[in-house]
């Protein structure tokens, strides 16, 4: 379900994007609709990167906070004795 709504929300944004630029233009909101689908589509797109990117820093964080915890438990160990 996240890899849904970041999708969504990074196209989502792509449209927003899109009207903006054509505001600022003074061109009406409702012209080049394949406009709006392009950036949706490309913004969509780094959204399902950035997904990815975020899952695998995830995982590298979790391995490194085992990693730690496996010290941190050694440490006090070797302290007791």
């Known amino acids: 379900m ?4 970041t ?4 196209a989502t944004f ?13 061109r009406p909101i409702s012209s080049g609709f394949v406009g709006y689908g392009i950036s949706a589509v490309a913004l ?9 990117i ?13 990693v730690l915890t496996a010290n941190r438990a050694r440490r006090l160990a070797a302290e007791e004795a």
Do not use: C, P, W
């Not at 792509?14 to 003074?26: C, D, E, H, K």
């Open 7 to 10: 999708v969504a929300g990074f």
């Open 54 to 66: 975020e899952m695998r820093q995830n995982e590298l964080l979790k391995e490194r906070k085992d």
């Open 44 to 52: 969509g797109s780094v959204g399902y990167l950035v997904h990815g």
């Open 14 to 26: 792509g449209v927003a994007a899109r009207g903006v630029a054509l505001t600022i233009q003074r």
């Open 2 to 5: 996240a890899l849904l709504g």
